[in-house]
T-cell receptor
Framework: ETGVTQSPTHLIKTRGQQVTLRCSSQ?????VSWYQQALGQGPQFIFQ???????GRGNFPPRFSGLQFPNYSSELNVNALELDDSALYLC???????????FGEGSWLTVV | AQSVTQLDSQVPVFEEAPVELRCNYS??????LFWYVQYPNQGLQLLLK??????LVESINGFEAEFNKSQTSFHLRKPSVHISDTAEYFC????????????FGKGTTLSVSS
């Protein structure tokens, strides 16, 4: 049990639609990051938030955006969905950029 | 730029046999190294990590990994595997301040059979 909860666990969207994925971190974990894991691949870093501000971003287009809230929850928003966005999206949190990063179970997104 | 190479995509072994999952990284600065395990339809669980100090790190379930700076490697080993160790294993590296972005390898599928 990592204390990181993600919702929904599975969802199906149509190409061109928008999706919001949610994450609830452990209390006090003020660093949250999101990763995309395509089938058969390792997770790829999307972006990271520290104390509600984005402070790092991977090689993902601007239609991937996020928010972090004061209550240690966060969101990943993806606009104009493409078929290649189909993947497992993982939320991870840590305390004050601590050495241990805790992952949630992920949200499976299928774009048809 | 950092990168992580997991040299074996699949490793099939018999129960109670030893296993080594290989991981090499490239980085021009000091790094932090991690192994994560992912069971089917689950998220990632931290198995062990190297931050500093002793180059040999151990997990609570019998895995160990050794940081070799000269060979830029962080191989994962277990002297005797169990059926329950069947999973996907990911090596990851981060640079600079700990807690920053992780760069993952593509993963190694460990399949343990009886």
């Amino acid at each position: 049990e990592t204390g990181v909860t993600q919702s929904p666990t599975h969802l199906i969207k149509t190409r061109g639609q928008q999706v919001t994925l949610r994450c609830s971190s452990q209390s006090g974990h003020n660093t949250v990051s999101w990763y995309q894991q395509a089938l058969g691949q390792g997770p790829q870093f999307i972006f990271q938030y520290y104390r509600e501000e984005e402070n790092g971003r991977g090689n993902f287009p601007p239609r991937f955006s996020g928010l972090q809230f004061p209550n240690y929850s966060s969101e990943l928003n993806v606009n104009a969905l493409e078929l290649d966005d189909s993947a497992l999206y993982l939320c991870a949190s840590s305390l004050d950029r601590d050495n241990t990063i805790y992952f949630g179970e992920g949200s499976w997104l299928t774009v048809v | 730029a950092q990168s992580v190479t997991q040299l074996d995509s699949q490793v099939p072994v018999f129960e109670e046999a030893p296993v080594e999952l290989r991981c090499n990284y490239s980085s021009s600065v000091s790094v932090y190294l991690f192994w994560y395990v992912q069971y089917p339809n689950q998220g990632l669980q931290l198995l062990l990590k190297y931050l500093s100090g002793s180059t040999l790190v151990e997990s609570i379930n019998g895995f160990e990994a050794e940081f070799n700076k000269s060979q830029t490697s962080f191989h994962l080993r277990k002297p005797s595997v169990h059926i329950s160790d069947t999973a996907e294993y990911f090596c990851a590296v981060s640079e600079g301040q700990a807690g920053t972005a992780l760069i993952f390898g593509k993963g190694t599928t460990l399949s343990v059979s009886s």
